[in-house]
């Protein structure tokens, strides 16, 4: 009697998202998980601070745990007399130096992601603030690129303060596993390429929020030598783990460009577009009142795009008296962040929070307009959301928000709050105008981005990267690209079998 084989075994792995928080990306990671019952799951997310106690979603019959672990947290002490770690001190002099030598970084990372499975801390008496000043004096001439800023004595100290918190990831244990895979932010995929390494599992990695290179709001008090630290070792990561992952899932054309000019190979990228669930966003007729209405979604933090939008937003309630911005999703930790930016606004009561709704279709129901305005980093979910649910959307042009809205809806120029004011404004007052963008916005959602596809085409690349090697007989492609006429189109995916088999 033959048993039954045992389903593939997938850490999802994310960056203290699912399913401990509830955002668009957690929102994205529920739908990968409940689709694909075939395989089970092991959910990570790895987070700097404190994790939640449980949950925020309910967990299927396929996940086998979900645990949040907090990098640095249990980090015991552990300097011991006669202790030089001479092999700690070797992986952080290469990895010091390939920040400014890109050829050197890997080795040095995963000399300390290997050191780390012996002890919890492999930077114990490694001087890395001495080892980033030789490493920085050291520079090769700079040529045509902008020379590096000076690091002081200072600013070494706090950047290796720095780096060696993020490097605690490399400590993270993963549960026994087939495969990794990792979705979006520079700490999960230190923890991806430490398990990579240690134990040789393959790695799939879903771009998401690119790019890596940008400042964090936090981090505009700090000085510049340590900001372009930072900005070079997360850049000097995402190269990695390019590098290592097997394959590597961009979700649209903008990302795929990214990944591709930070030295990810052609042949590994699937670009695999964002989907939701139609019959979670259904086409629901627009309020009945006759006050205008505006909504934007998102956390409410200092990255989230809520600057410019409240900018647009004085001059659209000075042009349409009674109009009032819903700002959906805000999150408890963001609140206060949000009340102080509308209290130096005067907007007072025409901007009402929300936090986000259980239910999707509540989401954006209670706005005439969606605006889409993003966070430099923020994946095109919300926007998909918007068009599914059959609302006329005014996007900013960042990142991938061109090529998701097409010519559904209407793209003005980031930084210009009055194009964005404008737009708004013309739609509120053109009621026939706004229904027609709106039912295009939903035909164009179901046409390209409806979770189903995604369901299908990851279940291809699990089954694809936790098999045997392929054949090198000739493969069925099929094409998953939307295009792009700004950006290179991505290649095509080799590894899928025909639709009609």
């Known amino acids: 009697m033959k048993s039954t084989p045992s389903p593939e075994r997938v850490c999802l792995l994310t960056g203290g998202g699912y399913p401990f928080r509830r955002d668009a990306l957690s929102g994205w990671c529920r739908t990968l998980v409940e689709g694909l ?94 080892l980033l000043m030789d490493a920085w004096r050291g520079a090769p001439a700079a040529g045509d690129e902008t ?121 590994r990228l699937v670009q695999v577009p964002a989907g939701v669930d139609p019959s979670e966003y259904p086409i629901i007729a627009e309020p009945a009142t006759e006050q205008p209405a505006v909504v934007w979604a998102g956390s409410g933090g200092p990255d989230s795009g809520l600057a410019p939008l409240l900018a647009a937003f004085e001059q659209v309630a000075a042009a349409v008296p009674g109009t009032v911005l819903h700002l959906v999703g805000v999150t408890a930790v963001h609140e206060d962040h949000c009340a102080e930016q509308i209290e130096r606004t005067g907007l007072g009561r025409a901007v009402r929070l929300h936090p986000l709704p259980a239910d999707p279709r509540d989401r954006y129901t209670a706005g005439h307009v969606v605006a889409h305005v993003p966070g430099p980093a923020d994946p095109p979910y919300r926007l998909i959301e918007a068009m599914m649910s059959g609302r006329a959307v005014v996007g900013v042009d960042v990142g991938p928000a061109a090529e998701t809205l097409g010519d559904a809806g209407v793209l003005v120029q980031p930084d210009d709050p009055a194009e964005l004011a404008i737009a708004i404004v013309n739609l509120l007052r053109a009621t026939t105008r706004r229904r027609q963008l709106g039912d295009a916005a939903r035909r164009r959602a179901l046409t390209h981005f409806t979770n189903d596809r995604v369901v299908r085409v990851y279940g291809a690349l699990y089954a694809d990267l936790t098999g045997p090697p392929p054949s090198p007989a000739p493969a069925f492609e099929l094409a998953l690209t939307i295009p792009a006429p700004r950006t290179s189109p991505p290649a095509t995916l080799r590894w899928l079998i025909r639709e009609d088999r």
């Not at 002490?77 to 001190?89: I, S, Y």
């Not at 952080?92 to 080795?107: I, K, Q």
């Not at 070792?233 to 899932?249: D, K, M, N, P």
Request: aromatic share 4%; net charge positive.
């Open 37 to 130: 019952r075939r395989f089970r799951f092991d959910l990570l997310t790895v987070t700097d601070r404190e994790p939640p106690s449980v949950p925020a979603y309910p967990l299927p019959l396929n996940v086998r745990s979900a645990e949040a672990v907090q990098i640095g947290r249990n980090l015991g002490r552990e300097r011991r007399r006669g202790d030089n770690n001479e092999t700690g001190r070797g992986a952080a002099h290469l990895l010091c130096r390939g920040l400014v030598e890109e050829s050197r970084f890997a080795g040095g990372l995963r000399g300390l992601a290997e050191l780390a499975a012996e002890r919890p801390d492999p930077l114990t008496n490694v001087p890395l603030a001495d």
């Open 147 to 267: 020379p590096l800023p000076r690091l002081t004595t200072r600013d070494a100290r706090t950047a290796a303060t720095l780096l060696k918190h993020a490097l605690g990831a490399l400590a993270v244990p993963l549960p026994r596993t087939d495969l990794v895979h990792c979705v979006g932010g520079t700490t999960p995929l230190l923890t991806a390429l430490a398990g990579r390494w240690r134990a040789g599992i393959p790695l799939l990695l879903t771009e998401a929020r690119a790019p890596v290179a940008r400042y964090r709001p936090a981090e505009e008090r700090l000085a510049p030598a340590v900001r372009a630290v930072l900005r070079r070792f997360r850049a000097a990561v995402a190269r990695t783990g390019y590098a290592e992952a097997g394959l590597i899932a961009p979700l649209s054309a903008y990302h795929h460009g990214w990944a591709l000019r930070h030295g990810a190979e052609a042949a």
